[in-house]
């Protein structure tokens, strides 16, 4: 409505200004308060339909259609004439100019306005449908609420009743309960676990059809396509590297007959053969080692203390029915305010649980649960995680390249109870330098050469662990050893005969390390970290 009568308005304005300038110029001195209503409003919004005036140009002018002094109450009075020659004399060319710059606003400005302004309430509107339609609806209910339940006309024995109860027996009124405005804050945690619940419903929802859809099916042929380019350029590859080992050696080869010259000419040279003027100089020349060229400099590893928590704030608790208290992304950190935040409290019982430390939070934030959970004890929670890595080699035992960086293989295991692969690694039982999980792929026998082995490793990562496991009182805090093998050595031969799974459930593979690697990202910033560190390909 208030776009109609914005535009009301506005043509009102241009109506009776065309209308007075109009009988300004045309008509002079009328003093019938009818007629120059009629000139000036009647007569205007009639042009805006075509109903223009016969007289306003001077062509139809004619003296029998008006009153030439006024007096004929049903004819208008005649616009200034020459008296001897009953002609117009008012100017037609302005009158005429008003006119079409009249047409050309109202017509076709102010209709378009018009038009446009619907358009944008449309659009408003239109944005706003839902949240309109949810208000009322919720005044509907409260109609609803506040009134008797018999519709009309029954709704007559609904008022007798009434007032039989209030005149005739006596009986107080009952206030009817008013709808809450504000809910309180367990009721509040359990609306907000609802949304959460239908949020992540939503989204499998919307994944299961985004696998379905034709774009996605391109895009998974798309990527069997990169897979095929890979293979042959892996097979490029192969036949690269079997050159470049011969140069490796042919260069050696060189070195050596260097080294040896060199001496010879020192030999013969110390005996008294030949004048030291007369002697060449050889200066002995060095292997030049093949270094891989940094094309994109080093890329630093993403620093997990940054980013808030991702895992550790999951809906479902691992392994039990307990739900997290939902904690959006700002809400995370200790010093926001969270006033509606009660967490459910959840230790998992145990015997020779370690002592508690309720004071202890954690240092990334909030994850929606109180407790020790599945954890051993309150606060930090040590674990190790091993990152064995080897270089890939082709069937000709050249290393495998990919972007002039060669291309490394990490071990992995997957444990029984869980569908992701994860790194060999987790907590130490007392006085034991070997985490359980890898002891569980490991032969007995061959534990003492690999902490050996483990005591010559290079830390990679030390610090918090973003794991599902996570409360605000117990976290996972994690060191992460590199265990590499440069070349195909006896102890690589010897861990690859050694691998063994005492649970048939238990798989273990070399998995290449690239950013595809299906691990979760704690783990995939842990590999990056190793790649930087040896130039490998990630």
Known sequence: MKD?????FLLAVWVVSFGVAKQAILIHNENRVDWIFRGVVYQSYLTIFGQIPAYIDGVDFSLD????????????????????????????????????????????????????????????????????????????????????????????????QLF???????????????????????????????????????????????????????????????????????????????????LSSLEEQVAQTARALHWIVKTLRDGGLGSGEDAPTLAPQKASEMQDQELDGRQEAEDLSQAPHVNARHLF??????????????????????????????????????????????????????????????????TLQLVVTRWKRNQDGAICRKSIKKVLEVLLVKQPLSEHWALPGGSQEPGETLPRNLKQILRREFWPPFENLLRQGTEVYKGYMDDPRNTDNAWIETVAISVHFPDQSDELKRLNSHLHTCDPRVAVRWQVVDRRIPLSTTYKTILQKTATLYGAYY
């Not at 109609?4 to 009301?8: A, C, P």
């Not at 939902?326 to 969270?338: A, L, M, N, Q």
């Not at 508690?356 to 040590?382: E, I, M, Q, W, Y």
Request: hydrophobic share 35%.
């Open 164 to 246: 039989i109860k209030r005149v005739v027996l006596k009986i107080p009124a009952r206030r009817h309960k008013q709808l809450k405005n504000k809910l309180e804050k367990n009721e509040e945690a359990v609306l907000l676990s609802w949304e959460m619940y239908l949020k992540e419903s939503y989204l499998q929802s919307q994944q299961d059809q985004q696998r379905q859809r034709p774009e996605r099916k391109m895009e998974d042929i798309s990527h069997r396509v990169d897979t095929m380019v890979d293979l042959l350029e892996m097979d490029r590859l192969k036949q690269s590297g079997f050159m470049e080992q011969r």
């Open 4 to 8: 109609v009568f914005f535009f009301l």
């Open 317 to 382: 608790y691992p392994n039990s029915p307990v739900l997290r208290f939902p904690v959006p992304d700002e809400k995370v950190p200790w010093e926001t305010e969270f006033l509606i935040y009660d967490p459910p409290f959840y230790t998992e019982e145990r015997k020779g649980q370690a002592s508690v430390d309720p004071v202890a939070k954690n240092p990334k934030g909030r994850t929606g649960l109180r407790g020790c959970g599945s954890l051993s004890c309150f606060g930090p929670n040590h």
């Open 65 to 160: 259609r008006c009153s030439p002094n006024g007096t004929d109450p049903y004819k208008p009075k005649c616009p200034e004439s020459d008296a001897t020659r009953h002609q117009p004399i008012f100017p037609e060319w302005l009158t005429v100019t008003l006119l079409c710059l009249y047409l050309l606003f109202t017509n076709i400005l102010l209709l378009n306005l018009l038009i446009a302004m619907f358009n944008y309430t449309f659009e408003q509107v239109q944005e706003h449908t839902d949240q309109i339609w949810k208000f009322q609806r919720h005044g509907l209910i409260e109609e609803y609420q506040g009134r008797p339940p018999a519709p009309p006309p029954f709704i007559l024995l609904s008022h007798l």
